[in-house]
């Protein structure tokens, strides 16, 4: 199997907040939340880069469609890491997100590796990880 990932769905408690925060706050495009009127609620996709997505849907709703119970939001089972070119994009981005509603849980810095990287959470609590690694530079 060859591994490709297309989609990763972000489940929200709050999907119109959540979506607040990623098209108006960090500017990510979306052509709005599709299904809003469905039994099982609405989605939203944002197109990220080499297309890839990024859905927000309803944990409820998560729940439901894989038959697995709600269960209780865990920031730490995963993050979502935003590689930048510079140093200087990491202290921008990271303002813009808390400027659009996110909270700061650790401020840029020097890593270990050699990076420079800071945290943090969405206003559903998903953790994101602003990273410069001289190492992994992303594409122009």
């Given amino acids: 199997m060859k591994p490709s990932i297309t ?3 972000l489940g ?7 979506y607040s925060f990623y098209r108006d706050g960090l500017g990510f495009p979306s052509e709005g939340i599709l299904g809003a009127d469905d ?4 989605v939203a996709f944002f197109d990220l880069n080499a297309g890839l997505k990024l859905a927000l849907w309803s944990r ?4 439901s469609d894989t038959g697995l119970p709600v269960s209780p939001a865990a920031p730490t089972n995963c ?5 930048v070119r510079t140093r200087e994009e990491v202290d921008e981005v990271m303002q813009l997100a808390v400027k659009s509603g996110a909270t700061l849980v650790k401020p840029p810095h020097d ?3 050699g990076g420079y990287a800071g945290y943090f959470q969405d206003p559903e609590g998903h ?3 602003v ?7 992303p594409a122009e």
Avoid: C, K, Q, S
């Fill in 111 to 113: 890593t270990f590796w």
């Fill in 79 to 83: 993050t979502i890491g935003h590689n």
């Fill in 60 to 63: 409820a709703d998560i729940a």
């Fill in 127 to 129: 953790l994101w990880e």
């Fill in 12 to 18: 929200v408690d709050d999907l119109n907040r959540a």
């Fill in 131 to 137: 990273v410069w690694n001289p190492h992994l530079m």
């Fill in 39 to 42: 039994e099982h609620g609405g």
């Fill in 7 to 9: 989609v990763l769905t």
